[in-house]
T-cell receptor, first 113, second 113 residues
């Protein structure tokens, strides 16, 4: 089992809909979780990070963390064509100087006008 | 503007010809890292640096060298490039091992023929 798993997609949603992106992880000790957006040929850009169980909202984006079930989700409300990109989930494993960031392969999102 | 500057953006070279990809950040970040990104393999860490003169191997260090003589600069050196090092390379910096999120450079697309 991979340490961080994402559905590769493509996930296709109509403009204005809610896009739901999911990420599961294998290490129960993971403490920090990140969502990055990457447009084709561009560098990843941090959207949100979440440390605690529950929801964290930032504008149209909501990150949801469920440590018991070992998944983290990203919801994008009122999806826009400009949200079309690959979304990377990253999970921090370990502690102290042994911390390491593990990346998922990403989910491709297409928002159709 | 807070940024990570990476050069060159595109590079085509021949097997065995030494090259350096430069990376510089203006955010006074202690932690810097190099990644390569390949289709189906995602982001893989090559080397990282916790601070000046402190560097360590990531997951795929073979064929690469780095140095950290100044806090702001973290060049990636390919002493004898081979075709399997053809990839998209990203430099990234962070306050603390990526725990607060990375800022990525704009990427270097390297082709070794």
């Amino acid at each position: 089992q991979k340490e961080v798993e994402q559905n590769s997609g493509p996930l296709s949603v109509p403009e204005g809909a809610i896009a739901s992106l999911n990420c599961t992880y294998s290490d129960r000790g993971s403490q920090s979780f990140f969502w990055y957006r990457q447009y084709s040929g561009k560098s990843p850009e941090l959207i949100m990070f979440i440390y605690s169980n529950g929801d964290k909202e930032d504008g149209r984006f909501t990150a949801q963390l469920n440590k018991a079930s070992q998944y983290v989700s990203l919801l994008i409300r009122d999806s826009q064509p400009s949200d079309s990109a690959t979304y990377l989930c990253a999970v921090e494993l370990g502690a102290g100087n042994n911390r390491k960031l593990i990346w998922g392969l990403g989910t491709s999102l297409a928002v159709n006008p | 503007e807070a940024q990570v500057t990476q050069n060159p953006r595109y590079l085509i070279t021949v097997t065995g010809k030494k090259l350096t990809v430069t990376c510089s950040q203006n955010m006074n970040h202690e932690y810097m890292s190099w990644y390569r990104q390949d289709p189906g393999l995602g982001l893989r860490q090559i080397y990282y640096s916790m601070n000046v003169e402190v560097t360590d191997k990531g997951d795929v260090p073979e064929g690469y060298k780095v140095s950290r003589k100044e806090k702001r600069n973290f060049p990636l050196i390919l002493e004898s490039p081979s075709p399997n090092q053809t990839s998209l390379y990203f430099c990234a910096s962070s306050l603390d091992r990526g725990s607060y999120g990375y800022t990525f450079g704009s990427g270097t697309r390297l082709t070794v023929v």
